[in-house]
């Protein structure tokens, strides 16, 4: 039963790594939102596989919210990426510069 | 248990049904304009939720400071506390936007996402349970994301709103991590039992139990703003249309020290460790940077955002010192509480400069002694709040928050250089407030007055009267500070 755990931990673990590989090498922003996105599923994972093995529900509850309001964010943020397509025809952040000091 | 009337069921109640039924409004009256209409509406339900809070204050239907709860949430002084101050910058924020949103489409959905937004920080204050925190942090975030980006055809609003998101999004997805770990740790969400699991935890797993509460710092810190992860702030606050950069940097910014002291601080004290010392350094950078990068700059909106940087360290001392000291956590609300008017009242003036003047420029503001006399009178003393002059409402936290590092330094050894950082900063700010202060009253000669907005003048007077009253009779505050304080030697083991 442990070893399965740790199976689940591990792969959180490197999903969490991806995330942060991705947001820090990456410029294009879908891609920054899915880096951003595969955090919240690592957590999502380790939230179900401990509720797993304890006796009540309380991962696997706050793992559904944490999608649903995962969705929520995503819808902002990609209407907040089709204002900046539509005035700068990109979606490079290294192009969004107009702000700085 | 949670009553029915209790505090933040009836805020939720009141700010979610008008926040619900303003865009359902507009849509049945089918016209655009007429922003006054829904921000009288959104007002007088800020109003009523504030009255509200009073009013169960006054009844003394609150409880003392709990921390810990078997609910989801709690109804207790410190959520009060919090609410109050973040119901006040939401009506500043309201009325501030007042003429700044006049000239901008759906303004229903505007103050309809201000109050959700509230609703959101409200809660966050309230809640004692991870998943319930992380829902009204979401709350909370979600509506601030479109509101930073509201003026869509403007370049640096919507700039702004993306680097918020970007960082904003994933601070929720650290804190979500966090919390998964603190889960699997000790088999539970409630913030009671998870610290008391981390007591009673395998001495082998305290490495992970210190990755969650790092995970939790940078998390909040990212709202908060504390140093290695304020990059987005600058930016964001410059973009942001004014008001809503006031609704960040008064109040969700508080709902991040909400967070961390219901969170972090007590997990602090149990575990043990020298997470005061980390805080410490933090607090250190973080006020020490924030002052130093905003001498340099030459955009006004610019130099508060850096300001607020500042502030972020200052309160960050007394978190630091709270287990060492009862004035810690003390001076830290009573802070929170005056950073909240300052910073809330400050932004709103620029609000008001942006709307009559459309100037945010240091070197144009010459004169603005002469041309907007309360608006600058307004922000003269918001500034001098910041910076501590001894009249006014933020020298006495300030006092407090030194004070209580004074006081750790019989336990910690290296607390007193935090008041002696605190002291040396807040000198290094009187420069660039006093720089501010000498453009608008003693430069430019010809300027003639203009009018001002009547509802930034409301802003202003009641920042006036609320920073010089409890600057000259700090009893009341003072004692609604300590009530709302928790007392962490004795909630330390539940």
């Known amino acids: ?19 942060i590989y991705g947001l820090a090498v990456k410029r294009n922003f879908i891609r920054m939102l899915f880096a951003i996105e595969i955090i919240i599923n690592a957590a999502n994972l380790n939230l179900v596989a401990f509720g797993r093995f304890l006796p009540h529900s309380g991962g696997q509850t706050l793992a559904l919210f944490s999608i649903a309001i995962a969705a929520a964010e995503v819808a902002v943020g990609l209407s907040l990426i089709i204002v900046a397509y539509r005035m700068y025809q990109n979606v490079d952040i290294a192009d969004f510069r107009s702000l700085k000091g | 248990m949670l009553e029915i009337t209790s505090t933040p069921l009836v805020i939720m109640a009141i700010l979610g049904t008008v926040g619900i039924l303003l865009p359902i409004i507009s849509i049945i009256r089918k016209e655009k304009g007429s922003n006054s209409f829904y921000a009288v509406i959104a007002f007088a339900a800020l109003i009523v939720s504030v009255g509200y809070v009073g009013y169960q204050f006054i009844n003394d239907n609150v409880a003392a400071s709990a921390l810990f709860s078997e609910d989801v949430i709690v109804n207790d002084a410190f959520g009060g506390f919090f609410a109050i101050a973040m119901l006040i910058v939401a009506l500043f924020t309201t009325v501030g936007s007042f003429n700044y949103m006049r000239k901008h489409n759906s303004p229903a959905v505007y103050y309809s996402l201000i109050l959700l937004a509230t609703i959101g920080m409200v809660l966050v204050a309230y809640s004692t349970d991870l998943v319930m925190l992380f829902v009204a942090w979401e709350l909370m975030s979600i509506p601030t994301y479109v509101l930073v980006g509201f003026m869509k055809k403007n370049p640096s609003s919507n700039e702004a709103a993306l680097k918020y998101f970007l960082f904003g999004a994933l601070s929720s997805a650290i804190i979500v991590y966090g919390i998964s770990i603190a889960y699997g740790l000790t088999g539970s969400t409630n913030i009671g039992e998870v610290i008391q699991g981390y007591v009673t935890l395998d001495p082998s797993m305290i490495p992970l139990a210190l990755l969650s509460v790092g995970m939790f710092i940078a998390g909040f810190g990212f709202k908060m703003g504390l140093v290695p992860f304020h990059q987005w702030l600058p930016d964001t606050y410059e973009g942001a249309p004014t008001p809503i950069t006031a609704l960040l940097a008064a109040a969700t910014k508080k709902a991040g020290f909400a967070a961390t002291i219901r969170v972090i601080v007590l997990g602090m004290v149990v575990l043990n460790l020298d997470w005061t010392l980390a805080l410490g350094i933090l607090a250190v950078m973080t006020m020490t940077i924030g002052n130093v990068a905003a001498i340099m700059q030459k955009n006004l909106t610019r130099m508060l955002a850096y300001s607020s940087i500042a502030h972020a360290g200052y309160i960050l001392i007394g978190l630091a010192v709270a287990p060492h000291t009862p004035l810690g956590l003390q001076g830290s609300l009573y802070h929170i509480m005056n950073h909240a008017v300052m910073k809330g009242a400050a932004f709103i003036a620029i609000a008001g400069i942006v709307t009559t003047l459309a100037v945010t420029n ?21 500034l001098f709040a910041l910076a501590g002059i001894p009249p006014l409402s933020g020298f006495w936290s300030k006092i407090m928050l030194f004070g209580s590092a004074l006081d750790a330094g019989s336990v910690v050894w290296w607390a007193p250089w935090l008041a002696i950082a605190g002291v040396l900063n807040s000198a290094l700010s009187l420069a660039y407030y006093g720089w501010i202060t000498k453009k608008m009253y003693f430069e430019g000669e010809t300027e003639k007055r203009v009018k001002e907005p009547k509802s930034i003048i409301a802003v202003m007077i009641f920042s006036i009267v609320f920073l010089i ?12 500070v300590e009530f709302a304080t928790p007392t962490i030697s004795s909630s330390l083991m539940p």
């Open chain 2, 469 to 480: 009253g409890f600057g000259v009779y700090p009893e009341p505050l003072i004692q609604f």
């Open chain 1, 1 to 19: 039963m442990t070893s399965e755990l740790i199976d689940f931990t591990l792969v959180s673990v490197a999903l969490l790594g991806i995330g």
């Open chain 2, 362 to 382: 240091l070197d144009k503001l010459q004169g603005l002694g002469r041309r907007m006399p309360i608006t600058a009178l307004g922000l003269v003393i918001a």
